[in-house]
C-alpha cells in the first residue's frame, strides 16, 4: 500500500493553479501586442506619407528633364511613370507605396499658384479621423 501512496504527480488543483495563471498572462499580453502592432502600422504609414511628400517636391521640382513642372492639370502625379520612378530603391516595391492597413493608395492632390506647385498633400484613406488620419500638407521645398 506505501508504494501507491508514493507516486510523484501534479494534483488536479495545482493544474488548475497553473491554468488560471497562463489565462491571466495571455488576457495581459494580446492588448499589448495588439497596441504595438496598430502603432507599428502608423509609424509606417506616416513614414510612407514622408517618403511621398519628398518624392512630390522633387517631381514638380525638377519634373522629368530637370524643368519644373507648370502643368496645372498634374494635381495627381500617381500614374505618371516619372513620378512613380522616384520611388525606386525608397520602397520594398520600388514603386508608390500602400497604406499598411491595407492595399488602398494614399489620395495626393497638389495646388498650384500660378504656373509653379504651391502646397502638397497626402492623405491615408484607411484610417478614420478618430483613430489615425495621417496627412501631410506641406509647401514644396524652395529650389536653389
Known amino acids: 500500500?506505501?508504494?501507491?501512496?508514493?507516486?510523484?504527480?501534479?494534483?488536479?488543483?495545482?493544474?488548475?493553479?497553473?491554468?488560471?495563471?497562463?489565462?491571466?498572462?495571455?488576457?495581459?499580453?494580446v492588448p499589448i501586442f495588439s497596441s504595438v502592432t496598430k502603432n507599428a502600422r502608423i509609424k509606417t504609414c506616416d513614414s510612407n506619407i514622408r517618403i511621398i511628400k519628398g518624392c512630390l517636391s522633387t517631381y514638380y521640382m525638377t519634373g522629368n528633364n530637370g524643368d519644373p513642372i507648370t502643368d496645372t492639370s498634374k494635381t495627381d502625379p500617381s500614374s505618371d511613370a516619372g513620378f512613380k520612378k522616384l520611388f525606386e530603391g525608397k520602397t520594398d516595391t520600388n514603386g508608390i507605396p500602400t497604406c499598411p492597413a491595407g492595399t488602398a493608395a494614399y489620395t495626393i492632390n497638389v495646388e498650384f499658384d500660378g504656373a509653379t506647385a504651391s502646397k502638397y498633400k497626402v492623405t491615408c484613406p484607411n484610417y478614420s479621423a478618430t483613430d489615425h488620419n495621417p496627412s501631410m500638407s506641406e509647401k514644396p521645398a524652395s529650389k536653389g
Do not use: H, N, P, Y
Open 1 to 29: 500500500m506505501r508504494k501507491l501512496m508514493s507516486k510523484k504527480g501534479f494534483t488536479l488543483v495545482e493544474l488548475m493553479i497553473v491554468v488560471v495563471i497562463l489565462g491571466i498572462l495571455v488576457a495581459v499580453a
